[in-house]
T-cell receptor, first 112, second 113 residues
Framework: QQKVQQSPESLTVSEGAMASLNCTFS??????FRWYRQHSGKGLEVLVS????GEKEEGSFTAHLNRASLHVFLHIREPQPSDSALYLC????????????FGKGTHLHVLP | AQTIHQWPVAEIKAVGSPLSLGCTIK??????LYWYWQATGGTLQQLFY??????VESVVQLNLSASRPKDDQFILSTEKLLLSHSGFYLC????????????FGKGTRLTVV
């Protein structure tokens, strides 16, 4: 059974400082990785998807995947207070892309 | 453009009462549909998915059921609510095929008292 863990649980950064979030997974054959953001009481907003080792950039969000080390990172460049939210990592395998496992999330707080 | 609509936005229900949550996707034919649940402070868990009308697969057993009566409609229900059913329910859709994005609705906040 795939396990997805995120760290840290909570992260506080100052406005404009880079924020880095970590997601580890247990199944090295996984090949679908997504980062989502959830503002309090709201639905999920997809930030960036990555399907192969390396980096993928979407605006101020960059995902970095290293399947050998079982890590996928999210870097947020110059975060704003409006970026304060719960960030969720989602992992699935292409053979059953319909089953998605989420991590517990990282609460990001961006101070003005 | 595709839109996803969930109803109701919020619900307060008594233990033992029935529940029906709905989700409609407009602007996309034959979408894959999903139900997710998030307990307060808990992990987002996938409950069900459906690839086609009339077919629903269960991922996590929570004494809930789901149905897809129409191509664009996904229903989550139970005849008897438990306190543990409280939480945030999200409906989502994706296109068919690999590596497709999953798009989420705004969710339903359920409080069971």
């Amino acid at each position: 059974q795939q396990k997805v863990q995120q760290s840290p649980e909570s992260l506080t950064v100052s406005e404009g400082a880079m924020a880095s979030l970590n997601c580890t997974f247990s199944d090295r054959s996984s090949d679908n990785f997504r980062w989502y953001r959830q503002h309090s009481g709201k639905g999920l907003e997809v930030l960036v998807s990555i399907f192969s080792d390396g980096e993928k950039e979407e605006g101020s969000f960059t995902a970095h995947l290293n399947r050998a080390s079982l890590h996928v990172f999210l870097h947020i460049r110059e975060p704003q207070p409006s970026d304060s939210a719960l960030y969720l990592c989602a992992v699935s395998h292409d053979t059953n892309a319909y089953k998605v496992i989420f991590g517990k999330g990282t609460h990001l707080h961006v101070l003005p | 453009a595709q839109t996803i609509h969930q109803w109701p936005v919020a619900e307060i229900k008594a233990v033992g009462s029935p529940l029906s949550l709905g989700c409609t996707i407009k602007g996309k034919s034959s979408p894959n549909l999903y139900w997710y649940w998030q307990a307060t402070g808990g992990t987002l868990q996938q409950l069900f998915y459906s690839i086609t009308v009339g077919q629903v697969e269960s991922v996590v057993q929570l004494n809930l059921s789901a149905s897809r009566p129409k191509d664009d409609q996904f229903i989550l229900s139970t005849e008897k609510l438990l306190l543990s059913h409280s939480g945030f329910y999200l409906c989502a859709w994706s296109r068919t095929g690999a590596n497709t994005e999953v798009f989420f609705g705004k969710g339903t906040r359920l409080t069971v008292v």
